[in-house]
């Protein structure tokens, strides 16, 4: 695995990349370090549909707020690198904040509408650094499928229109959340959480089972299957919801019933540590 951490030789990188695959499919997961049993599941996905896979791993600093854990992000560079390597990767793009936002950098990307809910409305201005340093790694690296996970359901929405909005010449792929054997979402914040913490962090995903559960009982009406949700969420009364919604999955504007199919998604804060987790309501079939 190669590692480079400028632009320059990022570019050079993945035109020999093409070169070495006979103008080859270019499969990139962008990350921010830390990586965990989801990341890889990405990019064993690019790995399978892909000639050549590209990781970038780069905490992004306009997507943090100023109260936020930037600072304390985990950082885990080596064991990361053991890990892509292990997996085969042939390319990592690591590069410094100066290298993304030189000196003097005032352009950034700002999808309008969709980029104000679920997580930007909690955390204003966060898409806008999400979009603006995708579009930037897209610009440098030019992959042809770029693979993120549908635990970031609201990134993906915002980076989906983008992607159309601005004609990216590439695919965008979502693949599952992956989970720990008791439910809980993988994310590299997880590691923040204290034993207990960890427990109570499961009414997340215990909310969301719920909704199944009551879909699959042709409950369609978002107001209730919103109040099933947050009554389970109430268990734990420390855990502190930042929301609980069922919204559109294109738009993340908020549905009525979820008979064209919807997404639930919540929020929730679990001693200092913001988690987030989804489910995709499919389309109910009617006679």
């Known amino acids: 695995m190669r590692i480079v951490t400028t632009i320059a030789e990022a570019r050079a990188a993945v035109r020999a990349l093409r070169d070495?695959?006979?103008?080859?499919?270019?499969?990139?997961?962008?990350?921010?370090?830390?990586?965990h049993a989801g990341h890889m599941s990405l990019v064993c996905a690019a790995r399978g549909q892909c000639d050549a896979v590209v990781v970038s791993i780069f905490v992004n600093p306009t997507q943090f707020g100023p109260n936020e854990d930037f600072a304390k992000y985990p950082r885990t560079f080596e064991q990361d690198c053991a890990l892509l390597e292990s997996e085969g990767v042939d390319l990592l793009f690591a590069p410094s904040a100066d290298e993304m936002y030189p000196l003097g950098a005032s352009t950034f990307v700002d999808v309008e509408g969709v980029s104000d809910r679920l997580d930007g409305l909690s955390r204003p201005g966060h898409f806008r650094g999400v979009s603006t340093v995708v579009a930037k790694l897209f610009?440098?690296?030019?992959?042809?499928?770029?693979?993120?996970?549908?635990?970031?359901?609201a990134q993906v929405a915002v980076l989906r229109k983008m992607v159309r909005d601005l004609h990216f010449s590439l695919e965008l792929l979502v693949c599952p959340i992956k989970r720990e054997a008791d439910g809980l979402a993988m994310s590299s914040r997880n590691r923040y959480l204290s034993p207990e913490e960890r427990r109570r962090a499961l009414v997340l995903s215990k909310a969301l089972w719920r909704v199944e559960e009551l879909v699959s009982e042709n409950v369609v009406a978002a107001p209730a299957l919103i109040d099933a949700a947050l009554a389970v969420l109430a268990g734990e009364p420390e855990v502190r919801v930042d929301y609980c919604k069922i919204v559109d999955p294109e738009t993340l504007e908020e549905v009525a019933d979820v008979r064209k199919g919807a997404l639930a998604a919540v929020a929730a804060v679990v001693g200092t540590t913001r988690l987030i987790d989804n489910t995709v309501i499919a389309p109910l079939v009617t006679a």
Do not use: C, E, R, Y
């Open 20 to 35: 070495g695959n006979q103008a080859g499919s270019i499969g990139f997961v962008p990350t921010m370090g830390a990586l």
């Open 139 to 153: 610009h440098v690296l030019a992959p042809d499928k770029a693979f993120f996970g549908q635990k970031d359901a």
